[in-house]
């Protein structure tokens, strides 16, 4: 599995590095989202990187055509803004829920464990992700709400098509790709950011996931305001195979890192210079008593639930787990999942089969259904972590690439994890650890 996986990204980027050269002007490799947590263009080309498809040309064809389809969601979005903004001289690009905001319609930022008041001449670009708007917007802040109303005129999607055509006689995957919703939403961005952006603007701060939008932001900036430095912070855990941060023509002037192993893979196996590189402890993880002892978790998408039942029952009829002392949690971002929403039925189902069976209170493992981060974080907390594994290459953890991580295959798709020593993936921050302290020091 080690060699598997970096020869992944190795041709990973190898196929990046392919779209760097002037028949993929203006953007390049920019446009290219290779998450491996998704299901959707970007995934469809990891599995054909390594030249690995567990889904038919038809299944193949719906994600795509569900991916670009998506952009209709975003026709109809919507700037909410102040009738005046504060001065500023930094920005903030950010995303936030109803549920990060306070009584005072100030923002509490998860990314950087911060107060949006706490920072002084900062301007907070926020993709606001809720349904509900906040009573009142502050003056040093401005929502992007990207979906507001669906969009049925499939018009927009062959105009986009049309556009891109140029660029399906030089290469397939990137006209698919610059044809997708992650691009499309970039250009909107980037649209209601423009009048926001000015040349006394010294930093813009990402939580940065490598999405289409930040990388062609950057490249806005370094055509029209050379001056002002991009930082990103890698807010999430480390992924088994983080493909999306490979570095680009246009990834951040700066990024942020709160770990060794972190500092190893993006330096030796990710191509960023250590020049680019800097490690601090996280801003968003503090010590905590979170709890993740006798819980399921589930990932983003499900795409064979029953693979994943047989892989619980399989831990039940060994005695990994009593399923009655389990509760089971959601994706925050897959609540609306038809796919979750049934899954988790069929998970209640299963524990009814066994609630004559006795109780095991010895073991109370953390368990990860799919590719999530969250491991990071329970095992850094100290939890015991099993993963069961929908795409293995892409969800096992290997000391290659974290050399930090100790695994052992229970059974076909069933992991367990253990830390050689904590700190080294995640550097847990203080209470007070927050972007305001390194804000002017980057």
């Known amino acids: 599995m080690n060699s598997v996986q970096l020869d992944l990204l190795k041709n990973s980027k190898k196929f990046l590095n392919s779209f760097k050269n002037k028949n993929f002007l203006p953007f390049k490799d920019s446009v290219f989202y290779l998450a491996t947590y998704s299901n959707f263009i970007g995934s469809n080309i990891l599995n054909s990187i390594i030249k690995f498809s567990h889904k038919n040309l038809l299944s193949r064809f719906i994600i795509n055509l569900k991916d ?19 001065a500023y001289n930094n920005i903030i690009l950010t995303w936030a829920f109803e549920n990060n905001f306070n009584k005072d319609n ?20 926020v993709i606001y992700l809720g349904k509900k708007n906040p009573k009142k917007i502050l003056k040093n ?75 062609r932001l950057i490249h806005f900036l370094s055509k029209k305001y050379k001056k002002i430095k991009t930082i990103g912070y890698i807010h999430s855990p480390p992924l088994a195979v983080p493909a999306n941060f490979i570095y680009k023509s246009n990834s951040p002037n700066q990024i942020i890192l709160n770990g060794k192993d972190q500092l190893h893979c993006f330096t030796k196996i990710l191509g960023w210079r250590k020049s680019k590189v800097k490690l601090l402890p996280s801003f968003r993880f503090i010590k905590s008593n979170k709890k993740f002892k006798k819980t399921i978790f589930l990932p983003l998408t499900i795409q064979n639930s029953d693979l994943l039942l047989d892989a619980i029952k399989y831990l039940c009829d060994e005695d990994f787990i009593n399923l009655n002392n389990y509760k089971v949690k959601n994706h925050p971002a897959a609540f609306e999942s038809i796919n979750n929403i049934n899954f988790m ?18 073991n109370s493992y ?35 690439i974290w050399p930090s991580i100790l695994s052992k295959k229970i059974k076909d798709r069933i992991m367990i994890y253990q830390l050689k020593k904590k700190g080294n993936l995640i550097k847990f921050g203080g209470k007070s650890n927050n972007i305001k302290k390194f804000l002017f020091k980057l």
């Open 345 to 362: 039925k069929k998970i209640k189902t299963l524990t009814q089969k066994y609630e004559n069976k006795k109780k095991n209170n010895k």
């Open 68 to 86: 670009i389809l998506f952009s209709l969601n975003y026709i109809n979005y919507k700037m909410i803004t102040p009738r005046k903004i504060s």
């Open 141 to 215: 802040m401005v929502l992007l709400k990207p979906v507001t109303k669906k969009s049925f005129n499939i018009f927009h999607i062959i105009k986009i098509l049309c556009k891109n055509l140029p660029f399906l006689f030089r290469d397939f995957n990137y006209f698919l790709t610059l044809s997708s919703n992650h691009n499309f939403f970039a250009k909107i961005l980037i649209k209601e950011i423009k009048p926001h952006l000015r040349a006394d603007v010294n930093k813009i701060i990402m939580p940065y996931e490598g999405q289409p939008f930040q990388n």
């Open 366 to 400: 953390s368990i990860f259904i799919g590719n999530s981060g969250g491991i990071i974080e329970a095992l850094e907390g100290g939890a015991k972590v099993i993963q069961i594994c929908e795409h293995p290459v892409f969800d096992i953890y290997t000391d290659d």
């Open 106 to 125: 100030s923002l509490s930022d998860r990314y950087f464990n911060i107060q949006s008041n706490d920072l002084k001449k900062t301007l907070w670009f």
